[in-house]
């Protein structure tokens, strides 16, 4: 077996022990002659992997009783038009703060269904760099909901504290850094998160929402893509992604052995500090955009001196065994992706090769 070192934004790399098990349980699913690809929805196996996924969230997360934990299918970008189909109601307006690719998207569907405003921006000259703090924001008190984008896997900026938004809730889209660190839930009004970053593999969203949002959200919305019907029938009203929903639990059980959400933080802050700590000594060779503040500790993205060096460092550290640490198109140069599943010892091997390429190339 050869496994490499996977950089990639996502579908990202999953804790090789995930993996093993999945290989070992593929044919035969605890002892029922049969796979979890071939489970019934309804049956009492999966039943079982459910709802275990469900209250590993509620622990993990964790997730208060004034909140309901649902899985969704039509990834995050689903929701970003499921979002303002709920709860923007004609003649209200919802508050977007933009911080790139994602934001803008998120605004664009809303703008088919209602009004909504951009209430601050994290661009300077253009570019992405930071997270807008309190200061930057004009927040309408009226709005039905403050939208954001808590990590932007692309720009590489990351809320680390959230606006304060008075009584309009929050919505945010937390997919590229959900369970980085334990969440305060009770700030939130709803939070959305694609599985397919540090969840598990492509095909569900994990979404937790408050129950009185729920209970008072539109009920002129076909019920597929009505929260409170896919809450009243435990995420089951239709066949479930029952295989993903399966690999997301024996992740959560993963994060629940190493420690739990707190042990991921101190794993990923101490990821973020090396490999930031690296770029920064070698200032002059690499560069990272990002102001500190609004550095991600997810998505860390920096630049070479030239083109022809950022696809040399590319191809040489392919050569090396780490792959996918091309920045996304729209801004170019090196993004390391590494969400909780990646390791430390991975993030030193990265920074070893850093090292060595810019002395042998600074
Ligand atoms: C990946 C990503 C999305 C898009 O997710 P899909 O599952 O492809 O719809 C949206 N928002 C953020 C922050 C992301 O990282």
Known sequence: MSRVINFSPGPSTLPLPVLERAQRELLDFDGSGISMLEHSHRGAKYSAVHEEAKSLLKELVPVPDTHEILFMQGGATGQFALVPMNFLPAGKSADYINTGSWSKKAFAEAEIVGEPRWAGTGQVDGKFIRVPKQSDLELDSGAAYVHLTSNNTIAGTQFHTFPDTGSVP?????????????????????????????????????????????????????????????????????????????????????????????????????????????????????????????????????????????????????????????????????????????????????????????????
């Open 170 to 362: 929050i919505v945010a889209d937390m997919s590229s850094d959900f369970l980085w660190r334990p969440i305060d839930v009770s700030r939130f009004g709803l939070i959305y998160a694609g599985a397919q970053k540090n969840l598990g593999p492509a095909g569900i969203t994990v979404v937790i929402a408050r129950k009185d949002l729920l209970e008072a959200a539109s009920t002129k919305v076909p019920k597929i893509f009505r929260y409170s019907f896919i809450a009243e029938n435990n995420s089951l009203q239709n066949t479930a992604p029952t295989f993903t929903i399966y690999m997301v639990r024996n992740v959560l059980q993963w994060v629940k052995e190493n420690g739990g959400a707190s042990a991921m933080e101190t794993r990923n802050q101490k990821k973020a500090n090396m490999l930031y700590g690296c770029i920064d000594e070698h200032e002059g060779f690499y560069r990272c955009p990002v102001e500190r503040e609004s550095r991600s500790v997810m998505n860390v993205v920096f630049t070479l001196p030239s083109e022809e060096l950022e696809k040399k460092f590319m191809a040489d550290a392919a050569a090396e065994g780490m792959v996918n640490t091309k920045g996304h198109r729209s801004v170019g140069g090196i993004r390391i992706s590494m969400y909780n599943a990646m390791g430390p010892q991975e993030i030193e091997k990265l920074t070893g090769f850093m090292k060595s390429f810019a002395q042998k190339n600074g």
